[in-house]
T-cell receptor, first 109, second 114 residues
Framework: GQNIDQPTEMTATEGAIVQINCTYQ??????LFWYQQHAGEAPTFLSY??LDGLEEKGRFSSFLSRSKGYSYLLLKELQMKDSASYLC??????????WGAGTKLIIKP | SQTIHQWPATLVQPVGSPLSLECTVE??????LYWYRQAAGRGLQLLFY??????ISSEVPQNLSASRPQDRQFILSSKKLLLSDSGFYLC?????????????FGSGTRLTVV
């Protein structure tokens, strides 16, 4: 079957670094996506990885290891506005996104 | 540029009443269209998706239905709402031939069935 696993909730301190992990098992693989969702709002696109390695975009970076079925989202210099849920999704062989349940990130001052 | 519109933003409906949520996409042709539901504090549940006019795939059997009467219009309906239909409904679109593109979501409809 298809499965995406990520932690339910994480807590971090303002100004610190946090890493949100995601493991995936999908029928085929056409890329790994990360989305951010603030409470009561729609998810918005953060990053896309299809090759192994690290993609950096400002304070956010995303890593992929296809052989391990593993990705992480790294958030640096955390700000209070980063408090949100972070959704991991894998695009399968039918080009459909399979979603994880999301990781709620709580930032404390 | 492409935009997606979804309305209404909030809706309170009595049990047993009908439902119609509408989603339209601008600036693209032949998009893949999706309806998701998200219960409070939960993940995204795919309800329906469509790859073309009149083509609807249902992921979860329930009292909801979807239709795509025009290329860039996607409608979610119910004849009789249940309390369990409450949730945050999201419409999304994706280009059919761009592997590196994810889904772009509408702003969502918060439905409360009372």
């Amino acid at each position: 079957g298809q499965n995406i696993d990520q932690p339910t909730e994480m807590t971090a301190t303002e100004g610190a670094i946090v890493q949100i992990n995601c493991t995936y098992q999908t029928s085929g693989f056409n890329g790994l996506f990360w989305y951010q969702q603030h409470a009561g709002e729609a998810p918005t696109f953060l990053s896309y990885n299809v090759l192994d390695g690290l993609e950096e975009k400002g304070r956010f970076s995303s890593f992929l290891s296809r052989s391990k079925g593993y990705s992480y989202l790294l958030l640096k210099e955390l700000q209070m506005k980063d408090s949100a849920s972070y959704l991991c999704a894998s695009k399968d062989s039918n080009y459909q996104l399979i979603w994880g349940a999301g990781t709620k990130l709580i930032i404390k001052p | 540029s492409q935009t997606i519109h979804q309305w209404p933003a909030t809706l309170v409906q009595p049990v047993g009443s009908p439902l119609s949520l509408e989603c339209t996409v601008e600036g693209t042709s032949n998009p893949n269209l999706y309806w998701y539901r998200q219960a409070a504090g939960r993940g995204l549940q795919l309800l329906f998706y469509s790859v073309g006019i009149g083509q609807i795939s249902s992921e979860v059997p329930q009292n909801l239905s979807a239709s795509r009467p025009q290329d860039r219009q996607f409608i979610l309906s119910s004849k009789k709402l249940l309390l369990s239909d409450s949730g945050f409904y999201l419409c999304a679109w994706a280009p059919p031939d761009r592997v590196s593109y994810g889904y772009t979501f509408g702003s969502g409809t918060r439905l409360t069935v009372v």
